[in-house]
């Protein structure tokens, strides 16, 4: 595979990356502008009094104030971008045209992933998908990049628009800067992070993770769904799970705003992603809130889960 870091030996910020890498002028302008927009959010994050808004999002979840403001930023961001059509958030109750709607891209966001972690100073993140038709469409035909953010330590931001998945982070000056160039997950990883309380499990869910257990994989969850993400992919394999429970067929995890850009991102290193059937990416979401189980990671376990699931 073509490494732009050999080729140039040195430093490469995020834009050279994409433009080195031949994406359309349009899509890398927008990766760039939602990447620069990360730091805004990240100063959100910093001034924070970590107080909640007293109001609910659609899921009936309290929504923090960090929340809503995340979300206000992306928006008004991506209104001057020019490049995009419509915006769907998990903060909103509905599609939101852009400008005149004449915009080339639709832009999912979950502006503020695993914000009810803030108080304890846990990493969280931004998770934004990128289609090129309206986003109520299959997500693998129809999806052109996705990307995350991780507000950690440090700051570190993986995107893919179709060629690999690479990782960059944020320096002191501000810049992106390339960490993990066409990261690639092995076939079989030895950490799982299990979302869902153990009693809610259904039976074939169960004998799964005993089987995970018994072959010795480490538990790994910390309750945020892009740092428990972003271990698996930056440490090369392993399992995330958000299972159907007892009560809830389709789980927790959201479809358009969570699952698909993540799978698109899996996908592009060498991993898979099923509901327990389908593939994530296979799927045509029926509403902007719908919800779905998860298996991601890396191959043997995302296929051993789709055999003791339908075994
Ligand atoms: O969807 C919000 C979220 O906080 C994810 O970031 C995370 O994976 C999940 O919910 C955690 O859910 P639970 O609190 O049930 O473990």
Redesign the pocket.
């Known amino acids: 595979m073509a490494s732009i870091s050999d080729a140039t030996q040195g430093f490469v910020d995020l834009r050279r990356h994409m433009w080195i890498s031949g994406i359309e002028v349009d899509l890398r302008r927008l990766i760039w502008q939602i990447a620069v927009t990360a730091k805004y959010i990240s100063a959100k994050i910093h001034e924070s009094n970590r107080k909640f808004a007293g109001m609910k999002n659609i899921y009936g979840e309290e929504q923090l104030a960090l929340d809503r403001a995340s979300d206000e930023i992306l928006q008004s961001q991506l209104r001057y971008s020019g490049f995009v059509n419509a915006y769907a958030s998990e903060e909103l109750a509905s599609i939101i045209t852009i400008g005149k709607g004449d915009g080339k891209y639709f832009v999912t966001a979950d502006p503020l992933?695993?914000s009810?972690l803030v108080d304890t100073n846990l990493a969280i993140g931004t998770i934004i998908g990128i289609h090129r038709t309206p986003v109520l469409e299959e997500g693998r035909k129809n999806m052109a990049a996705a990307l995350y953010i991780t507000y950690g330590p440090l700051i570190t931001m993986v995107y893919s628009a179709g060629k690999g998945t690479h990782e960059f982070v944020l320096n002191r000056e501000g810049e992106y800067v390339l960490s993990q160039e066409h990261i690639r997950l092995k076939d079989k990883g030895s950490i799982y992070s299990l979302?869902?309380l153990r009693k809610d499990w259904t039976d074939r869910h169960l004998r799964y993770v005993e089987f995970l257990e018994a072959e010795g994989y480490k538990l790994r969850y910390s309750?945020?769904?892009v740092p428990?993400i972003n271990q698996i992919l930056i440490k090369k394999g392993g399992i995330f799970t958000?299972p159907a429970l007892k009560g809830s067929a389709t789980g927790?995890?959201r479809l358009i705003f969570?699952l698909q850009p993540m799978a698109f991102l899996f996908e592009q290193a060498g991993g898979s992603a099923t509901d327990g059937e389908r593939d994530i990416l296979a799927i045509k979401p029926q509403s902007i809130d719908q919800r779905c189980p998860i298996y991601i990671g890396s191959r043997f376990e995302v296929d051993k889960a789709k055999e003791f699931l339908n075994s």
């Open positions: 992933d695993g009810s979302g869902g309750g945020g769904f428990d958000y927790k995890l969570e």
